[in-house]
């Protein structure tokens, strides 16, 4: 596994869990009957602050374990493998096209529930859960092209 | 119109060159290890320039490495 697909890997899990919270919180909120707007826009706040952290952080990670595990492998002073010749660029090209077509398709439906009469919470709430559901699919589609070509 | 891929001696030609290896393949032409497997196992069709880099680093014509063939004939 290249290096490119070891942190697509690692933020593919990092979002994933992202959402996982994401939802929990939403879920504690509307129980506790606490859905309002400060309450979201903190968690809004926390979930962007989150995912910059968690995603800068596991990328350094990343690469310091991905050269602690070559360097006991080989036995040798370890070369990271950072560079992102033309397929790395594509398939980046190609990750980002679907995660804009599915944010785009969220921010569409997000502000047709507002159309349709639901209060500016619920289209804010659905923005930021496509937002970090479009980086999921992204990665995956990253991750599918690198294992099944193009 | 019918089905066409670009197929490949990568794998061949590596071998006539005295057994080189993907990394070695993989630096002369600039690019990574991986990039050079997808290719082999035809997962991936490179550039233009990827492509003439490759056939110069076997120093052979380009249609040497490369053919773009009917999709049924290697099925």
Redesign the interface.
């Known amino acids: 596994m290249?290096f490119q697909e070891k942190n697509i890997t690692v933020s593919l899990v990092n979002f994933s869990l992202i959402l996982g919270f994401y939802l929990i919180r939403l879920w504690q909120l509307t129980q506790q009957g606490n859905f309002n707007a400060g309450q979201v826009f903190r968690l809004w706040g926390i979930i962007i602050v989150a995912a910059v952290v968690v995603t800068i952080t596991a990328t350094i990670l990343t690469h310091i374990v991905s050269a602690i595990i070559q360097a006991i492998k080989t036995q040798a002073e370890p070369v990271i493998?950072d560079?992102a010749?033309?397929?790395?660029k594509f398939i980046e090209l190609k990750g980002t096209q679907v995660t804009y077509v599915v944010s785009s398709i969220g921010g569409f439906l997000a502000m047709l529930t507002f159309v349709l009469g639901q209060p500016p919470l619920v289209m804010f709430t659905l923005l930021i859960f496509f937002g970090v559901v479009a980086q999921i699919v992204g990665d995956a589609a990253r991750l599918y092209f690198?294992r099944?070509?193009? | 119109m019918s089905k066409r891929r670009l197929a490949n001696n990568i794998r061949k030609l590596r071998f006539f060159q005295g057994e080189m290896t993907q990394q070695q393949l993989a630096e002369k032409v600039g690019v990574t290890r991986q990039t050079i497997i997808a290719m082999e196992q035809g997962k991936y069709s490179p550039s233009l320039e990827l492509a003439f880099r490759i056939a110069l680093a076997f120093n052979v014509p380009i249609e040497e490495v490369f053919a773009y063939e009917l999709a049924e004939e290697t099925e």
């Not at chain 1, 010749?85 to 790395?88: F, G, Y």
């Open positions: 290249s493998e560079l010749d033309e397929r790395d690198y099944k070509g193009f």
